[in-house]
């Protein structure tokens, strides 16, 4: 089955201790991307790859870092986690461009995060 | 940086009656728009797209959309809503300049009810 899985589900940490939310697709997508949503507020991209080793920043990046080291995984770290980064994080993949656009994405069944 | 505006953000309605939800995106420059469907304790869904050629565009579910350039609008459209179109949807915007980022509303709340 298609999909994009994320791990863990649910997390509840404390602040300044490192975490991982891994995030894995089995399309063979280019792209990936990282959100985080909040109430009142939608969606708002964190990071974003292209393709193995080539990541940008979206419009919140701060406190956050990624990696592409291989294409089907997009891990999002944040090295020391603050109360402000509580919030429901989801993961996206898509085929890549295609006439100069994303093809659809397809999300992750997201990842909860409680930074105490 | 584009902002996207979705001004209603619950929108109850009675069960086959129509339905509008509202999208306004602020820049004027060519943009591709989206419209995704959030199921309680889901990820998102693709409803529908438009990238370019004709304003009215056709998704899932019965959905459709009309871009409007001239008021930077697009806005979705259901003419006879079932219980389970009961979510959350969000309307997307990138921008042809750098299409790999994009910009999502903060969502309205379909509440359809019997």
């Known amino acids: 089955e298609a999909q994009v899985t994320q791990n863990p589900r649910y997390l509840i940490t404390v602040t300044g201790k490192k975490l991982t939310v891994t995030c894995s697709q089995n399309?063979?997508?280019?792209?990936m991307s990282w959100y985080r949503q909040d109430p009142g507020l939608g969606l708002r991209q964190i990071y974003y790859s292209m393709n193995v080793e080539v990541t940008d920043k979206g419009d919140v990046p701060e406190g956050y870092k990624v990696s592409r080291k291989e294409k089907r995984n997009f891990p999002l770290i944040l090295e020391s986690p603050s109360p402000n980064q509580t919030s429901l994080y989801f993961c996206?993949?898509?085929?890549?461009?295609?006439?100069?656009?994303?093809?659809?994405?397809?999300f992750g069944p997201g990842t909860r995060l409680l930074v105490l | 940086a584009q902002s996207v505006t979705q001004l209603d953000s619950q929108v109850p309605v009675f069960e086959e009656a129509p339905v509008e939800l509202r999208c306004n995106y602020s820049?004027?420059?060519?943009?591709?728009l989206f419209w995704y469907v959030q199921y309680p304790n889901q990820g998102l869904q693709l409803l529908l797209k438009?990238?370019?050629?004709?304003?009215l565009v056709k998704g899932i579910n019965g959905f459709e959309a009309e871009f409007n350039k001239s008021q930077t609008s697009f806005h979705l459209r259901k003419p006879s809503v079932h219980i389970s179109d009961t979510a959350e949807y969000f309307c997307?915007?990138?921008?042809?300049?750098?299409?790999?980022?994009?910009?999502f509303g903060s969502g309205t709340k379909l509440n359809v009810k019997p």
């Open positions: 997307a915007v990138s921008d042809r300049g750098n299409f790999n980022k994009f910009y």
């Open positions: 820049s004027s420059v060519s943009v591709y």
């Open positions: 996206a993949s898509s085929s890549g461009t295609s006439g100069g656009y994303q093809e659809t994405q397809y």
């Open positions: 399309m063979n997508h280019e792209y």
């Open positions: 438009y990238l370019s050629g004709s304003t």
